[in-house]
Protein backbone atom coordinates (compact mmCIF):
# COMPACT_ATOMS: atom_id res chain seq x y z
CA UNK A 1 0.00 0.00 0.00
CA UNK A 2 1.41 3.51 -0.99
CA UNK A 3 1.04 6.34 1.50
CA UNK A 4 0.95 10.40 0.25
CA UNK A 5 1.15 12.75 3.35
CA UNK A 6 -0.69 15.93 2.43
CA UNK A 7 -0.97 19.15 4.12
CA UNK A 8 -3.87 22.15 3.68
CA UNK A 9 -3.54 25.81 4.91
CA UNK A 10 -6.57 26.86 6.89
CA UNK A 11 -8.18 29.41 4.36
CA UNK A 12 -8.33 33.01 5.30
CA UNK A 13 -12.05 34.05 6.70
CA UNK A 14 -12.70 30.41 8.19
CA UNK A 15 -11.96 29.58 12.05
CA UNK A 16 -8.99 27.40 10.87
CA UNK A 17 -7.22 30.30 9.27
CA UNK A 18 -3.49 30.54 9.05
CA UNK A 19 -3.41 26.53 10.84
CA UNK A 20 -1.89 23.36 8.68
CA UNK A 21 -3.77 20.30 8.89
CA UNK A 22 -2.19 16.87 7.84
CA UNK A 23 -3.75 14.37 6.15
CA UNK A 24 -2.23 10.57 5.03
CA UNK A 25 -3.69 9.03 2.19
CA UNK A 26 -3.54 5.38 1.60
CA UNK A 27 -3.75 4.33 -1.90
CA UNK A 28 -5.40 0.20 -2.14
CA UNK A 29 -4.20 -2.08 -3.93
CA UNK A 30 -6.90 -1.41 -6.85
CA UNK A 31 -6.70 2.43 -6.95
CA UNK A 32 -8.18 4.17 -8.13
CA UNK A 33 -11.07 2.92 -6.02
CA UNK A 34 -11.26 5.36 -3.18
CA UNK A 35 -8.37 5.96 -0.86
CA UNK A 36 -8.67 5.50 2.83
CA UNK A 37 -7.38 8.97 4.58
CA UNK A 38 -6.02 9.55 8.10
CA UNK A 39 -6.10 13.18 9.51
CA UNK A 40 -3.74 14.11 11.98
CA UNK A 41 -5.81 15.09 14.79
CA UNK A 42 -3.52 15.78 17.73
CA UNK A 43 -6.48 14.36 19.84
CA UNK A 44 -8.56 17.67 19.22
CA UNK A 45 -12.21 17.22 17.37
CA UNK A 46 -12.28 20.53 15.89
CA UNK A 47 -14.62 20.27 12.94
CA UNK A 48 -17.71 17.62 12.82
CA UNK A 49 -15.82 15.99 9.55
CA UNK A 50 -12.45 15.60 11.49
CA UNK A 51 -12.54 12.92 14.48
CA UNK A 52 -9.88 12.64 17.40
CA UNK A 53 -9.52 8.86 16.17
CA UNK A 54 -8.49 10.53 12.73
CA UNK A 55 -11.41 9.63 11.29
CA UNK A 56 -12.65 12.11 7.95
CA UNK A 57 -16.34 11.90 7.18
CA UNK A 58 -17.05 12.76 3.78
CA UNK A 59 -19.21 11.18 0.98
CA UNK A 60 -15.88 11.14 -1.34
CA UNK A 61 -14.36 9.02 0.37
CA UNK A 62 -17.77 7.01 1.24
CA UNK A 63 -17.29 7.70 4.97
CA UNK A 64 -20.71 9.52 4.66
CA UNK A 65 -23.78 8.81 2.80
CA UNK A 66 -23.81 10.58 -0.85
CA UNK A 67 -24.75 9.99 -4.58
CA UNK A 68 -23.35 10.83 -7.67
CA UNK A 69 -20.65 13.37 -7.89
CA UNK A 70 -20.70 12.94 -4.04
CA UNK A 71 -19.11 9.73 -3.84
CA UNK A 72 -16.08 8.28 -5.19
CA UNK A 73 -15.83 7.49 -8.94
CA UNK A 74 -12.84 5.41 -10.01
CA UNK A 75 -13.21 6.21 -13.67
CA UNK A 76 -13.10 10.16 -12.54
CA UNK A 77 -12.51 10.95 -9.05
CA UNK A 78 -8.53 12.68 -8.34
CA UNK A 79 -6.62 13.15 -5.42
CA UNK A 80 -6.87 16.52 -5.96
CA UNK A 81 -10.67 16.56 -5.83
CA UNK A 82 -10.34 14.79 -2.76
CA UNK A 83 -7.90 17.92 -1.31
CA UNK A 84 -10.09 20.18 -2.70
CA UNK A 85 -13.06 18.96 -1.08
CA UNK A 86 -11.28 18.81 2.26
CA UNK A 87 -10.50 22.67 2.09
CA UNK A 88 -13.63 23.81 0.41
CA UNK A 89 -16.46 21.51 2.33
CA UNK A 90 -14.60 20.47 5.79
CA UNK A 91 -12.69 23.22 6.44
CA UNK A 92 -15.21 25.97 5.76
CA UNK A 93 -16.31 29.45 7.03
CA UNK A 94 -19.53 28.01 8.79
CA UNK A 95 -18.25 24.16 9.54
CA UNK A 96 -21.44 23.91 12.27
CA UNK A 97 -23.65 23.43 9.52
CA UNK A 98 -21.41 20.37 8.24
CA UNK A 99 -22.96 18.30 11.17
CA UNK A 100 -25.77 15.99 10.08
CA UNK A 101 -29.21 17.63 9.31
CA UNK A 102 -27.70 20.85 11.10
CA UNK A 103 -27.88 22.12 6.84
CA UNK A 104 -31.55 23.02 7.47
CA UNK A 105 -31.03 25.65 10.35
CA UNK A 106 -28.97 27.79 7.80
CA UNK A 107 -29.91 31.49 7.42
CA UNK A 108 -32.42 31.00 10.99
CA UNK A 109 -31.51 33.17 14.46
CA UNK A 110 -30.89 30.39 16.21
CA UNK A 111 -28.84 28.49 13.79
CA UNK A 112 -26.26 30.69 12.58
CA UNK A 113 -25.75 31.88 16.78
CA UNK A 114 -24.60 28.42 17.06
CA UNK A 115 -22.54 28.63 14.40
CA UNK A 116 -20.98 31.70 15.77
CA UNK A 117 -20.35 29.88 18.88
CA UNK A 118 -18.76 27.18 17.18
CA UNK A 119 -16.61 29.04 15.14
CA UNK A 120 -15.11 30.79 18.31
CA UNK A 121 -14.77 27.09 19.75
CA UNK A 122 -12.78 25.94 16.64
CA UNK A 123 -10.89 28.32 16.68
CA UNK A 124 -9.18 27.66 20.18
CA UNK A 125 -8.84 24.33 19.17
CA UNK A 126 -6.97 25.27 15.92
CA UNK A 127 -4.51 27.47 18.28
CA UNK A 128 -4.03 24.41 20.31
CA UNK A 129 -3.21 22.14 17.13
CA UNK A 130 -0.78 25.33 16.12
CA UNK A 131 0.80 24.07 19.31
CA UNK A 132 0.65 20.12 18.74
CA UNK A 133 2.22 21.02 15.96
CA UNK A 134 4.89 23.13 16.79
CA UNK A 135 5.49 20.82 19.19
CA UNK A 136 5.27 17.60 17.12
CA UNK A 137 5.57 18.23 13.78
CA UNK A 138 4.54 15.20 11.32
CA UNK A 139 7.78 13.03 9.50
CA UNK A 140 9.42 15.20 6.87
CA UNK A 141 7.23 18.07 7.21
CA UNK A 142 9.26 19.80 10.07
CA UNK A 143 11.15 22.17 8.33
CA UNK A 144 7.93 22.94 6.43
CA UNK A 145 5.88 23.88 9.67
CA UNK A 146 8.91 25.66 11.21
CA UNK A 147 9.02 28.33 8.25
CA UNK A 148 5.01 28.31 7.89
CA UNK A 149 4.62 29.34 10.83
CA UNK A 150 7.46 32.00 11.05
CA UNK A 151 6.10 33.91 7.88
CA UNK A 152 2.32 33.68 9.70
CA UNK A 153 3.03 34.01 13.33
CA UNK A 154 2.69 37.74 13.64
CA UNK A 155 -0.62 37.50 11.27
CA UNK A 156 -1.47 34.78 13.43
CA UNK A 157 -1.25 36.78 16.91
CA UNK A 158 -2.10 39.86 15.49
CA UNK A 159 -5.94 38.03 14.58
CA UNK A 160 -5.72 36.86 18.00
CA UNK A 161 -5.74 40.15 19.53
CA UNK A 162 -8.24 41.38 16.87
CA UNK A 163 -10.61 38.88 18.49
CA UNK A 164 -9.86 39.94 22.26
CA UNK A 165 -10.69 43.74 20.86
CA UNK A 166 -14.10 41.85 19.20
CA UNK A 167 -13.91 41.44 16.26
CA UNK A 168 -15.42 38.21 15.16
CA UNK A 169 -14.12 34.64 14.35
CA UNK A 170 -13.04 34.84 10.52
CA UNK A 171 -13.28 38.45 10.17
CA UNK A 172 -10.18 39.66 12.50
CA UNK A 173 -9.29 43.52 11.18
CA UNK A 174 -12.92 43.66 10.19
CA UNK A 175 -14.62 45.33 12.89
CA UNK A 176 -17.00 46.84 10.41
CA UNK A 177 -18.02 43.19 9.75
CA UNK A 178 -22.28 41.77 11.13
CA UNK A 179 -22.51 38.11 10.80
CA UNK A 180 -25.82 36.53 9.44
CA UNK A 181 -27.81 36.85 12.67
CA UNK A 182 -26.50 40.33 13.34
CA UNK A 183 -24.05 40.11 15.70
CA UNK A 184 -20.99 42.63 16.11
CA UNK A 185 -18.77 40.80 18.30
CA UNK A 186 -17.70 37.66 19.64
CA UNK A 187 -18.50 36.30 22.84
CA UNK A 188 -16.86 37.48 26.37
CA UNK A 189 -16.58 33.69 26.84
CA UNK A 190 -14.19 33.29 23.82
CA UNK A 191 -12.20 36.14 25.22
CA UNK A 192 -11.86 34.73 28.52
CA UNK A 193 -10.56 31.43 26.94
CA UNK A 194 -8.75 33.12 24.29
CA UNK A 195 -6.83 35.39 26.79
CA UNK A 196 -6.04 32.37 28.49
CA UNK A 197 -4.39 30.72 25.73
CA UNK A 198 -2.45 33.13 23.70
CA UNK A 199 0.67 33.13 26.04
CA UNK A 200 0.63 29.69 25.54
CA UNK A 201 0.69 30.07 21.94
CA UNK A 202 3.21 33.00 22.44
CA UNK A 203 5.60 30.95 24.56
CA UNK A 204 4.78 27.55 21.57
CA UNK A 205 6.31 29.97 19.23
CA UNK A 206 9.06 30.86 21.07
CA UNK A 207 9.96 27.43 22.10
CA UNK A 208 9.86 26.75 18.28
CA UNK A 209 12.23 29.08 17.61
CA UNK A 210 10.07 31.75 16.10
CA UNK A 211 10.06 35.58 17.23
CA UNK A 212 6.67 37.04 17.25
CA UNK A 213 7.44 39.65 15.75
CA UNK A 214 9.28 38.28 12.68
Known amino acids: MDLLRACIVGAAGTPYHDNLFFFD ?3 PPDYPHEPSVHYHSGG ?8 ETGKVCLSLLKTWAGTGNEVWNPEGSTILQLLLSLQALVLNEKPYFNEAGYDKFVGKAD ?9 ENAFLLSCKSMMYILHKPPKHFENFVKEHFTR ?34 CSTGFKIMLGKLLPKLVAAFSEAGIARGQ
Open 44 to 51: LRLNPNLY
Open 111 to 119: GEKNSITYN
Open 152 to 185: LAPHILGACNAYLGGDLVGHAGDSTYISDDGCKS
Open 25 to 27: IFF
